[in-house]
Protein backbone atom coordinates (compact mmCIF):
# COMPACT_ATOMS: atom_id res chain seq x y z
CA UNK A 1 0.00 0.00 0.00
CA UNK A 2 1.62 3.37 -1.02
CA UNK A 3 2.33 5.90 1.98
CA UNK A 4 0.43 9.18 2.20
CA UNK A 5 2.32 11.77 1.20
CA UNK A 6 -0.22 14.84 1.42
CA UNK A 7 2.42 16.36 4.16
CA UNK A 8 5.32 16.56 1.75
CA UNK A 9 5.52 19.90 0.51
CA UNK A 10 7.44 21.62 -2.65
CA UNK A 11 9.30 23.32 0.28
CA UNK A 12 10.73 19.97 1.65
CA UNK A 13 11.79 18.98 -1.54
CA UNK A 14 13.83 21.98 -1.95
CA UNK A 15 15.60 21.30 1.61
CA UNK A 16 16.83 18.03 0.79
CA UNK A 17 17.79 18.19 -3.11
CA UNK A 18 19.57 21.89 -1.04
CA UNK A 19 21.17 19.69 1.30
CA UNK A 20 21.96 16.86 -1.30
CA UNK A 21 23.84 19.32 -3.57
CA UNK A 22 26.34 21.22 -0.61
CA UNK A 23 26.25 18.28 1.34
CA UNK A 24 26.52 20.74 4.14
CA UNK A 25 23.47 21.85 6.34
CA UNK A 26 24.89 25.31 7.38
CA UNK A 27 25.29 26.07 3.65
CA UNK A 28 22.35 24.64 2.92
CA UNK A 29 20.13 26.43 5.24
CA UNK A 30 21.90 29.82 3.29
CA UNK A 31 21.17 29.01 -0.11
CA UNK A 32 17.22 28.31 0.94
CA UNK A 33 17.12 31.40 2.73
CA UNK A 34 16.13 29.18 6.61
CA UNK A 35 18.11 28.93 10.33
CA UNK A 36 20.51 25.51 10.24
CA UNK A 37 18.24 24.40 13.07
CA UNK A 38 15.19 25.15 11.25
CA UNK A 39 16.22 23.29 8.25
CA UNK A 40 17.69 20.28 10.42
CA UNK A 41 14.33 20.17 12.55
CA UNK A 42 12.08 19.87 9.10
CA UNK A 43 14.60 17.06 7.39
CA UNK A 44 14.24 15.30 10.34
CA UNK A 45 10.67 15.60 10.34
CA UNK A 46 10.73 13.73 6.93
CA UNK A 47 12.78 11.40 7.29
CA UNK A 48 11.09 10.12 10.74
CA UNK A 49 7.58 10.44 8.54
CA UNK A 50 9.40 8.23 5.45
CA UNK A 51 11.09 5.47 8.20
CA UNK A 52 14.38 5.83 6.73
CA UNK A 53 17.56 8.72 7.20
CA UNK A 54 18.01 10.50 3.78
CA UNK A 55 21.20 11.86 5.11
CA UNK A 56 24.21 10.21 7.58
CA UNK A 57 25.49 12.71 9.46
CA UNK A 58 28.90 13.23 11.48
CA UNK A 59 30.35 15.92 13.37
CA UNK A 60 33.08 16.12 10.40
CA UNK A 61 30.41 14.94 6.85
CA UNK A 62 27.39 14.50 5.49
CA UNK A 63 26.61 11.71 3.16
CA UNK A 64 23.49 10.79 1.37
CA UNK A 65 22.20 6.83 2.45
CA UNK A 66 21.05 4.66 -0.56
CA UNK A 67 17.11 4.64 -0.01
CA UNK A 68 18.08 8.57 0.06
CA UNK A 69 19.67 8.84 -2.97
CA UNK A 70 16.38 7.54 -4.80
CA UNK A 71 14.02 10.23 -3.10
CA UNK A 72 16.45 12.76 -3.97
CA UNK A 73 16.35 12.21 -7.34
CA UNK A 74 12.98 11.85 -7.44
CA UNK A 75 12.53 15.29 -5.50
CA UNK A 76 14.69 16.45 -8.25
CA UNK A 77 11.68 15.27 -10.98
CA UNK A 78 8.65 16.69 -9.51
CA UNK A 79 10.66 20.19 -8.30
CA UNK A 80 11.24 20.43 -12.16
CA UNK A 81 7.89 19.63 -13.39
CA UNK A 82 6.46 21.75 -10.85
CA UNK A 83 8.31 24.61 -12.34
CA UNK A 84 6.97 24.41 -15.09
CA UNK A 85 3.49 25.45 -14.08
CA UNK A 86 5.11 29.10 -13.71
CA UNK A 87 6.16 29.03 -17.43
CA UNK A 88 2.84 27.52 -19.04
CA UNK A 89 1.58 31.26 -18.22
CA UNK A 90 4.39 32.82 -20.19
CA UNK A 91 3.91 30.44 -22.79
CA UNK A 92 0.72 32.06 -23.53
CA UNK A 93 2.18 35.28 -24.30
CA UNK A 94 5.42 34.25 -26.08
CA UNK A 95 7.09 37.12 -27.87
CA UNK A 96 9.72 35.60 -28.78
CA UNK A 97 12.25 36.35 -26.02
CA UNK A 98 14.64 34.70 -23.60
CA UNK A 99 14.21 36.16 -20.47
CA UNK A 100 16.59 35.67 -16.91
CA UNK A 101 19.16 34.36 -15.62
CA UNK A 102 20.62 30.98 -17.73
CA UNK A 103 23.03 29.27 -16.68
CA UNK A 104 25.51 27.57 -19.98
CA UNK A 105 28.28 25.21 -19.97
CA UNK A 106 30.98 25.21 -22.40
CA UNK A 107 33.31 22.17 -22.36
CA UNK A 108 37.27 24.00 -22.30
CA UNK A 109 37.96 22.97 -25.47
CA UNK A 110 35.37 24.89 -27.14
CA UNK A 111 33.58 27.48 -24.87
CA UNK A 112 36.87 30.43 -25.33
CA UNK A 113 36.70 29.95 -29.05
CA UNK A 114 33.07 29.52 -29.65
CA UNK A 115 31.35 32.05 -26.97
CA UNK A 116 33.24 34.97 -28.23
CA UNK A 117 31.33 34.47 -32.00
CA UNK A 118 28.02 34.04 -30.99
CA UNK A 119 27.56 36.47 -27.27
CA UNK A 120 27.49 39.69 -28.54
CA UNK A 121 24.10 39.15 -31.50
CA UNK A 122 22.78 37.19 -28.58
CA UNK A 123 22.54 39.78 -26.24
CA UNK A 124 20.91 41.68 -29.37
CA UNK A 125 18.64 38.79 -30.10
CA UNK A 126 17.66 38.66 -25.97
CA UNK A 127 19.22 41.91 -24.69
CA UNK A 128 16.85 40.63 -21.13
CA UNK A 129 18.72 37.29 -21.23
CA UNK A 130 21.48 37.35 -18.42
CA UNK A 131 23.95 34.13 -19.60
CA UNK A 132 26.48 33.03 -16.80
CA UNK A 133 29.40 30.88 -18.30
CA UNK A 134 31.10 28.24 -16.75
CA UNK A 135 33.72 26.09 -18.59
CA UNK A 136 34.82 22.66 -17.44
CA UNK A 137 35.47 18.87 -18.53
CA UNK A 138 32.50 17.11 -20.00
CA UNK A 139 31.52 14.75 -16.86
CA UNK A 140 31.56 17.32 -14.59
CA UNK A 141 29.54 20.01 -16.79
CA UNK A 142 27.02 16.92 -17.45
CA UNK A 143 26.91 16.35 -13.56
CA UNK A 144 26.34 20.02 -12.96
CA UNK A 145 23.43 19.97 -15.87
CA UNK A 146 22.16 17.03 -14.39
CA UNK A 147 21.90 18.28 -10.87
CA UNK A 148 20.33 21.52 -11.99
CA UNK A 149 23.10 23.46 -11.49
CA UNK A 150 23.40 24.02 -15.54
CA UNK A 151 20.67 25.25 -17.75
CA UNK A 152 22.30 23.83 -20.59
CA UNK A 153 25.91 22.28 -21.74
CA UNK A 154 27.60 23.09 -25.52
CA UNK A 155 29.42 19.95 -26.33
CA UNK A 156 30.89 17.74 -28.06
CA UNK A 157 28.77 14.46 -28.95
CA UNK A 158 30.85 11.93 -27.46
CA UNK A 159 28.71 10.98 -23.88
CA UNK A 160 25.60 9.24 -22.99
CA UNK A 161 22.93 11.07 -23.58
CA UNK A 162 20.20 9.21 -21.33
CA UNK A 163 17.46 11.89 -19.92
CA UNK A 164 18.86 14.34 -22.13
CA UNK A 165 17.87 16.52 -25.06
CA UNK A 166 20.31 17.32 -27.95
CA UNK A 167 20.30 19.92 -30.31
CA UNK A 168 22.67 19.47 -33.44
CA UNK A 169 24.85 23.00 -33.91
CA UNK A 170 27.18 22.57 -36.15
CA UNK A 171 30.13 19.82 -37.27
CA UNK A 172 33.38 21.11 -36.18
CA UNK A 173 36.59 19.66 -38.15
CA UNK A 174 39.67 18.65 -36.87
CA UNK A 175 43.32 20.17 -38.36
CA UNK A 176 46.14 18.82 -37.82
CA UNK A 177 48.61 20.80 -36.12
CA UNK A 178 52.50 20.24 -36.96
CA UNK A 179 55.51 22.24 -35.93
CA UNK A 180 56.89 24.41 -38.74
CA UNK A 181 58.74 22.03 -41.28
CA UNK A 182 57.54 18.74 -40.13
CA UNK A 183 57.73 15.78 -42.73
CA UNK A 184 53.98 15.41 -42.02
CA UNK A 185 53.16 19.18 -43.14
CA UNK A 186 54.69 18.51 -46.60
CA UNK A 187 52.42 15.44 -47.42
CA UNK A 188 50.20 16.10 -50.12
CA UNK A 189 47.58 14.31 -48.61
CA UNK A 190 47.24 14.04 -44.50
CA UNK A 191 45.02 10.72 -43.03
CA UNK A 192 44.40 9.15 -39.99
CA UNK A 193 46.81 6.68 -40.94
CA UNK A 194 49.77 8.62 -40.86
CA UNK A 195 48.79 9.76 -37.07
CA UNK A 196 51.55 7.95 -34.61
CA UNK A 197 50.13 8.25 -31.00
CA UNK A 198 53.37 8.53 -29.47
CA UNK A 199 54.36 11.55 -31.68
CA UNK A 200 51.53 13.75 -30.79
CA UNK A 201 50.75 15.67 -27.77
CA UNK A 202 47.64 15.76 -25.97
CA UNK A 203 45.31 17.17 -23.44
CA UNK A 204 45.39 15.48 -20.31
CA UNK A 205 42.73 12.66 -19.07
CA UNK A 206 38.98 13.91 -18.70
CA UNK A 207 39.13 16.15 -21.95
CA UNK A 208 37.18 14.43 -24.64
CA UNK A 209 39.20 15.76 -27.51
CA UNK A 210 42.17 13.84 -25.92
CA UNK A 211 39.86 10.55 -26.80
CA UNK A 212 38.59 11.77 -30.13
CA UNK A 213 42.75 11.72 -31.04
CA UNK A 214 43.85 8.73 -30.25
CA UNK A 215 40.68 6.85 -31.51
CA UNK A 216 41.38 8.44 -34.90
CA UNK A 217 45.44 7.12 -34.71
CA UNK A 218 45.53 3.69 -36.35
CA UNK A 219 45.39 0.97 -33.92
CA UNK A 220 48.30 -0.52 -34.85
CA UNK A 221 50.10 2.90 -34.61
CA UNK A 222 48.83 3.51 -30.62
CA UNK A 223 52.04 3.23 -28.57
CA UNK A 224 52.95 4.62 -25.36
CA UNK A 225 51.52 8.02 -25.40
CA UNK A 226 53.63 10.44 -24.38
CA UNK A 227 52.41 12.07 -20.55
CA UNK A 228 51.93 15.73 -20.17
CA UNK A 229 49.52 17.74 -17.84
CA UNK A 230 48.25 19.87 -20.11
CA UNK A 231 44.46 21.20 -19.57
CA UNK A 232 43.92 23.92 -22.33
CA UNK A 233 44.55 23.66 -25.81
CA UNK A 234 47.14 27.14 -25.75
CA UNK A 235 49.38 25.00 -23.68
CA UNK A 236 49.19 22.41 -26.31
CA UNK A 237 49.73 24.80 -29.15
CA UNK A 238 52.83 26.22 -27.41
CA UNK A 239 54.66 22.64 -27.26
CA UNK A 240 53.41 22.18 -30.50
CA UNK A 241 55.36 25.53 -31.54
CA UNK A 242 58.30 23.83 -29.23
CA UNK A 243 58.45 21.04 -32.04
CA UNK A 244 57.58 18.38 -29.01
CA UNK A 245 55.02 16.77 -31.47
CA UNK A 246 51.88 17.19 -33.34
CA UNK A 247 48.08 16.95 -32.19
CA UNK A 248 44.83 17.53 -33.25
CA UNK A 249 43.59 20.78 -33.25
CA UNK A 250 39.22 21.98 -33.58
CA UNK A 251 39.27 23.93 -36.96
CA UNK A 252 37.63 27.62 -34.01
CA UNK A 253 40.82 26.96 -32.03
CA UNK A 254 43.53 27.64 -35.41
CA UNK A 255 42.94 31.59 -35.44
CA UNK A 256 46.31 32.05 -33.11
CA UNK A 257 49.28 34.51 -33.01
CA UNK A 258 51.61 31.34 -33.20
CA UNK A 259 51.17 30.64 -37.10
CA UNK A 260 54.74 31.19 -37.22
CA UNK A 261 55.15 28.62 -35.47
CA UNK A 262 52.60 25.95 -36.64
CA UNK A 263 51.24 24.63 -39.64
CA UNK A 264 47.74 23.49 -39.72
CA UNK A 265 46.64 21.05 -42.84
CA UNK A 266 43.00 19.31 -43.11
CA UNK A 267 42.46 16.14 -43.48
CA UNK A 268 40.88 14.90 -47.01
CA UNK A 269 37.92 13.38 -45.69
CA UNK A 270 35.14 15.80 -44.54
CA UNK A 271 33.60 13.46 -41.60
CA UNK A 272 37.22 13.92 -39.68
CA UNK A 273 35.98 16.24 -36.67
CA UNK A 274 33.36 16.51 -34.12
CA UNK A 275 29.73 17.51 -33.91
CA UNK A 276 28.97 20.23 -31.69
CA UNK A 277 25.73 20.11 -29.92
CA UNK A 278 23.58 21.82 -27.17
CA UNK A 279 22.41 20.05 -24.85
CA UNK A 280 19.43 19.98 -21.93
CA UNK A 281 17.90 17.88 -19.12
CA UNK A 282 14.62 15.77 -20.77
CA UNK A 283 11.90 17.47 -18.40
CA UNK A 284 13.62 20.70 -18.36
CA UNK A 285 11.22 23.30 -17.09
CA UNK A 286 12.26 26.40 -19.76
CA UNK A 287 12.33 23.77 -22.88
CA UNK A 288 11.03 26.45 -25.21
CA UNK A 289 14.34 28.76 -24.49
CA UNK A 290 16.47 26.00 -24.99
CA UNK A 291 14.72 25.71 -28.52
CA UNK A 292 14.75 29.36 -29.37
CA UNK A 293 18.36 29.47 -27.93
CA UNK A 294 19.47 26.26 -30.61
CA UNK A 295 17.38 28.04 -33.01
CA UNK A 296 19.45 31.17 -33.07
CA UNK A 297 22.90 29.35 -32.64
CA UNK A 298 21.94 27.01 -35.96
CA UNK A 299 21.00 30.53 -37.64
CA UNK A 300 24.82 31.74 -36.57
CA UNK A 301 27.34 29.62 -37.05
CA UNK A 302 30.93 30.24 -36.65
CA UNK A 303 32.18 28.22 -39.73
Not at 189 to 205: G, H, Q, S, T
Request: charged share 25%; with cysteine; hydrophobic share 40%.
Amino acid sequence: MAMNVSWMTLRDLEYIVAVAHHLHFGKASEACNISQPALSAQIKKMEDRLGFPIFERTNRRVSITDRGRAVIEQAKVVLEEAEKIGFLVSAETDDGQIRGIFKLGAIATLGPYYVPTFLPQLKKTFPELQVILREGLTDSLLQDLRSGELDAVLAARTFSETGLRVFHLFHEPFLLATPKGHPLSKKSNIRPKDLRAEEMVLLEDGHCLRDQALDLCPPNRRGSVRQFHVTSLETLRHLVGAGLGYTLMPKLATNSHMKGLLQYRTFPQESIGREIILVCRERYSRLSDIEKLAQFLQSNPPL
